[in-house]
C-alpha cells in the first residue's frame, strides 16, 4: 500500500513536500518513483530513486527544481518541490518499481495520489 | 527521448467484441541483450490510479484477466482486449522503460458502443 499526502495550494515559486508512506513489501528492496497526472491530461514520470537510494534519476521538467528521497527506517518516500511553477500542477502518484533493478522499469503498484495546485 | 505514439486517441466498441489500441515508439525498445521488449501498458479508470496491465510487451500481470493481451516488438506494439467487457472502460497508456527519461503513451480512451 502506498499512501500520498502533503498536497494542497501552492503560490507561483513556493515550495512543497510530498511523503509517501509504504506497506505491505521490502521497502529498501524497490525503486521508488514520482509519476504525475495534469488535470485532464495524460501520465508523466517525475523521478526515481534506487531501493538504496543512492541513484536518482529526473525529467528534465523538474530537474533542479525538485529532490527525490527515501527514509528506510521510516518506509517513506519524498520529494521535495522547489520553485513551483503553474505547469507543475497535477496529481503526484507514489508508485512502486515492478522489477528489483536499481532504475526505473515498470510500475506494478501505485497510490492513490494527492493533488498540487500551484496558483496566486 | 523516446516518443511513445498511440492510436487511435479513442476507440468505441461494442461489448464482446475485440478491441485492439497500438503504440509506436520513436526508436526500438528491444534490447538485443536479453531480446525484450521494454514496454508495458496501463489502464487507468475514472476516478483511479493507472493498473499495470502487460509488461515486456506481452507478460499478463497477476491478476488480470486473461482477455487482455500484449504483443509486437521493437518500435510496433499492440494491445488487445479479446471481448470487452463494461469494466473495461478506461484510459489505456503505453509505457517505455528502455531508458530515462521514461515515457508514457497520450492515451487512448476506450468507450462503450
Known amino acids: 500500500q502506498l499512501l500520498e499526502s502533503g498536497g494542497g495550494l501552492v503560490q507561483p515559486g513556493g515550495s512543497l513536500r510530498l511523503s509517501c508512506a509504504a506497506s505491505g513489501f521490502t521497502f529498501s528492496s524497490y525503486a521508488m518513483n514520482w509519476v504525475r497526472q495534469a488535470p485532464g491530461k495524460g501520465l508523466e514520470w517525475v523521478s526515481s530513486?534506487?531501493?538504496?537510494?543512492?541513484?536518482?534519476y529526473y525529467a528534465d521538467s523538474v530537474k533542479g527544481r525538485f529532490t527525490i528521497s527515501r527514509d528506510s527506517s521510516k518506509n517513506t518516500l519524498y520529494v521535495q518541490m522547489n520553485s513551483l511553477r503553474a505547469d507543475d500542477t497535477a496529481v503526484y502518484y507514489c508508485?512502486?518499481?515492478?522489477?528489483?533493478?536499481?532504475?526505473?522499469?515498470?510500475?506494478?503498484?501505485w497510490g492513490q495520489g494527492t493533488l498540487v495546485t500551484v496558483s496566486s | 527521448d523516446i516518443v511513445m505514439t498511440q492510436s487511435p486517441d479513442s476507440l468505441v466498441v461494442s461489448l464482446g467484441e475485440r478491441a485492439t489500441i497500438n503504440c509506436k515508439s520513436s526508436q526500438s525498445v528491444l534490447y538485443s541483450s536479453n531480446n525484450k521488449n521494454y514496454l508495458a501498458w496501463y489502464q487507468q479508470k475514472p476516478g483511479q490510479p493507472p493498473k499495470l496491465l502487460i509488461y515486456w510487451a506481452s507478460i499478463r500481470e497477476s491478476g488480470v484477466p486473461d482477455r487482455f493481451s500484449g504483443s509486437g516488438s521493437g518500435t510496433d506494439f499492440t494491445l488487445t482486449i479479446s471481448s470487452l467487457q463494461a469494466e473495461d472502460v478506461a484510459v489505456y497508456y503505453c509505457?517505455?522503460?528502455?531508458?530515462?527519461?521514461?515515457?508514457f503513451g497520450q492515451g487512448t480512451r476506450l468507450e462503450i458502443k
Open positions: 508508485v512502486k518499481e515492478g522489477t528489483l533493478a536499481a532504475k526505473p522499469y515498470y510500475f506494478d503498484s
Open positions: 530513486i534506487s531501493g538504496s537510494g543512492d541513484r536518482t
Open positions: 509505457q517505455q522503460y528502455y531508458s530515462t527519461p521514461i515515457t
